[in-house]
T-cell receptor, first 119, second 114 residues
Framework: AQKVTQAQTEISVVEKEDVTLDCVYE???????LFWYKQPPSGELVFLIR??????QNEISGRYSWNFQKSTSSFNFTITASQVVDSAVYFC????????????????FGKGTLLTVNP | DAGITQSPRYKITETGRQVTLMCHQT?????MFWYRQDLGHGLRLIYY???????DKGEVPDGYVVSRSKTENFPLTLESATRSQTSVYFC?????????????FGPGTRLLVL
């Protein structure tokens, strides 16, 4: 069974602070993909990043960076110099087989972390 | 480029009524998905479709029906709505479900069942 745990339910920071959102996953698959999505107050789900299990290099995109550590089954997301527009719910997700022995995949989502960036 | 759209965006209905939520994508993606988002549960997969005329159940399919006569459309029908189906429904699409392809989501439909 797959599981994604986002232990931080809510985080509140002041603008320009750095913030890290934690994601820990469980899977028996040897090949899998991890994703982060952002859900701003307007409600849509916005794709941020995809990472495969064989690529443990950290990724940086502007103020966003991701740290993937297979040894600890973690895929953490850091926002540097946070801004009010970063306020959103952030979801970590893991791809895996929909059914045991099947060939179709599904995304397993964590329950999300609500990030509030205050001016 | 419209991407993926859902209609209606908001819907109020009564217990026992039939409701259809529409999803349309312009990317010609093979796979389409329906999720529901509820507090405390995150997003859960209701149904998915690998191609036109091919659909299959996800984690929480009971009370829902889907069809896919055209690649670009994937309607979700609640045959007899119940209060427990009050939720936010998201449609998504991807080029494949090999596990590596990103799913792109529509804006969501907020459904209230009275």
């Amino acid at each position: 069974a797959q599981k994604v745990t986002q232990a931080q339910t809510e985080i509140s920071v002041v603008e320009k602070e750095d913030v890290t959102l934690d994601c820990v996953y469980e899977t028996r698959d040897t090949t899998y993909y991890l994703f982060w999505y952002k859900q701003p107050p307007s409600g849509e789900l916005v794709f941020l990043i995809r990472r495969n299990s064989f690529d443990e290099q950290n990724e940086i995109s502007g103020r966003y960076s991701w740290n993937f550590q297979k040894s600890t089954s973690s895929f953490n997301f850091t926002i540097t110099a946070s801004q009010v527009v970063d306020s959103a719910v952030y979801f970590c997700a893991l791809s895996g087989y929909l059914y045991s022995g099947g060939s179709n995949y599904k995304l397993t989502f964590g329950k999300g972390t609500l990030l509030t960036v205050n001016p | 480029d419209a991407g993926i759209t859902q209609s209606p965006r908001y819907k109020i209905t009564e217990t026992g009524r039939q409701v259809t939520l529409m999803c349309h994508q312009t990317w010609s993606h093979s796979y389409m998905f329906w999720y529901r988002q509820d507090l405390g549960h995150g997003l859960r997969l209701i149904y998915y479709s690998a191609a036109a005329d091919i659909t299959d159940k996800g984690e929480v399919p009971d009370g829902y029906v889907v069809s896919r006569s055209k690649t670009e459309n994937f309607p979700l029908t609640l045959e007899s709505a119940t209060r427990s189906q009050t939720s936010v429904y998201f449609c998504a699409s991807s080029e494949s479900t090999s596990g590596q392809e990103t799913q792109y989501f529509g804006p969501g439909t907020r459904l209230l069942v009275l």
